[in-house]
């Protein structure tokens, strides 16, 4: 089965600051997913990478993935408190990549001080 | 984005009762829906996979019988927690993919916190 691993499991940085997260496959992704979570409530959708060296921006988030398609970064610029929350990576673990069933990761927690 | 809506946010109940959480999509259809479900502090997990018109497919570990998923309509699944009992506790969270859109995004509703006493 798939495995994906976040590093680092939680960031606390101060605002103002870029930070970085990353995710980890065992097995070729063929869709990769982000998403926020705030604890105790749904996930946030950020973005969704399929193709090899595929880059997505979203206002002051970016996440990538690489050309082997076995890891994804995602990185944010200029951090504010409104970031903090627990972000996941989700991968699709159906056989024929697309079918919805997602893995994910087991979440950064991050904060942001002010 | 599309929105994906659950009900009840959160429910407590005795155990040995069923309880019953609806998963719908508000402004798209959806012919398939997953129901995920994340402990305190962990990630989330695949249960089950609900097919529009069909029955669902579970993952391995997750008993049919004691999660009964209906798929009654393009923007409706319900997961009913049979004879719940306190291990059952946990944070239910169903997702779903829009049928018409090219890009397969996947939205989740806010979840459902079951407490079982």
């Known amino acids: 089965s798939q495995e994906l691993e976040q590093s680092p499991q939680s960031l606390i940085v101060q605002e103002g600051k870029n930070l970085t997260i990353n995710c980890t496959s065992s097995?070729?992704?063929?869709?990769l997913y982000w998403y926020k979570q705030k604890y105790g409530e749904g996930l946030i959708f950020l973005m969704m990478?399929?193709?090899?060296?595929e880059e997505k921006s979203h206002e002051k988030i970016t996440a990538k993935l690489d050309e082997k398609k076995q890891q994804s970064s995602l990185h944010i610029t200029a951090s504010q408190p409104s970031h903090a929350g627990i972000y996941l990576c989700?991968?699709?673990?159906?056989?024929?990549?697309?079918?919805?069933?997602?893995?994910f990761g087991q979440g950064t927690i991050l904060t942001v001080h002010p | 984005g599309a929105v994906v809506s659950q009900h009840p946010s959160r429910v407590i109940c005795k155990s040995g009762t069923s309880v019953k959480i609806e998963c719908r999509s508000l402004?798209?259809?959806?012919?398939?829906m997953f129901w995920y479900r994340q402990f305190p502090k962990q990630s989330l997990m695949l249960m089950a996979t609900?097919?529009?018109?069909?029955?669902?497919?579970?993952e391995q570990g997750v008993e049919k019988d004691k999660f009964l998923i209906n798929h009654a309509s393009l923007t409706l699944s319900t997961l009913t927690v049979t004879s719940a009992h306190p291990e059952d506790s946990s944070f239910y969270i169903c997702?779903?993919?829009?049928?018409?859109?090219?890009?397969?995004?996947?939205?989740f509703g806010p979840g459902t916190r079951l407490t079982v006493l």
């Open positions: 402004d798209f259809q959806a012919t398939t």
């Open positions: 990478l399929q193709k090899g060296g």
């Open positions: 989700g991968a699709d673990s159906g056989p024929r990549g697309f079918e919805g069933k997602l893995t």
């Open positions: 997702s779903a993919r829009d049928l018409f859109r090219l890009v397969n995004e996947q939205f």
């Open positions: 097995k070729t992704l063929y869709g």
């Open positions: 609900s097919n529009e018109g069909s029955k669902a497919t579970y």
